[in-house]
């Protein structure tokens, strides 16, 4: 959630919870993922329709919140999990319009020297990945709009996986990468 929410309010969200998160969808896997599916983008298509730049992220920091409280909620929750969800984007959305401020004094670009420098390292990083993880996250970010969609659910078919095991795959793989481009960028760049 580049800018919009802090490092303190994210958490990592395991296997086991997401698992947890999916049975509490649907006791069938492949139902619970379409649900999962079906719920995000209708989370991107809320925050996109109340004229939120950063739809994806704020669907994505609604799931973790979910994620983050399913073991509480699973088991004496009574209704439509969606609701829960629409709930949990309603206060986020709260949190952006509080914070949206901020968000349109956005800094000057960087420096053609310093966007060089960024590039590099991410190069750099990227050839630190075994070849497997370096090409899922170079194919899951192929394509815009539609055509993406439509290759990532290609590329989960092609791999024998899940939509939502692709995106937790390279959301792991991202996290990765930031935080060695942070650490380049923090060793090679100039006082």
Known sequence: MRGVFSKEEKSFIDQEIFDRLLAWLNPDRNLAACKYEEIRTRLINIFAHRGC????????????????????????????????????????????????????????????????????????????????????????????????INHRKKLAEELGIAVTTLRMRAHRIKTILQECVTGCLKHDKPN
């Not at 669907?59 to 509480?72: L, M, N, S, W, Y």
């Not at 309603?90 to 053609?112: A, G, S, T, W």
């Not at 075994?130 to 899922?136: A, F, G, I, Q, T």
């Open 53 to 148: 730049f950063v739809a994806e992220e704020l669907a994505d920091e609604t799931i973790d919140r979910v994620c983050r409280k399913v073991r509480e909620i699973d088991e004496n929750y009574v209704g439509d999990p969606a609701l829960y969800f629409y709930g949990v984007a309603r206060n986020i959305f709260l949190e952006y319009v509080k914070k949206k401020p901020d968000l349109l004094h956005l800094p000057p670009p960087d420096p053609p020297e310093e966007k060089e420098l960024k590039h590099n390292c991410l190069e750099r990083c990227l050839s630190n990945l075994d070849s497997e993880s370096h090409n899922l996250i170079s194919q899951y970010f192929e394509g815009e709009k539609k055509s993406k």
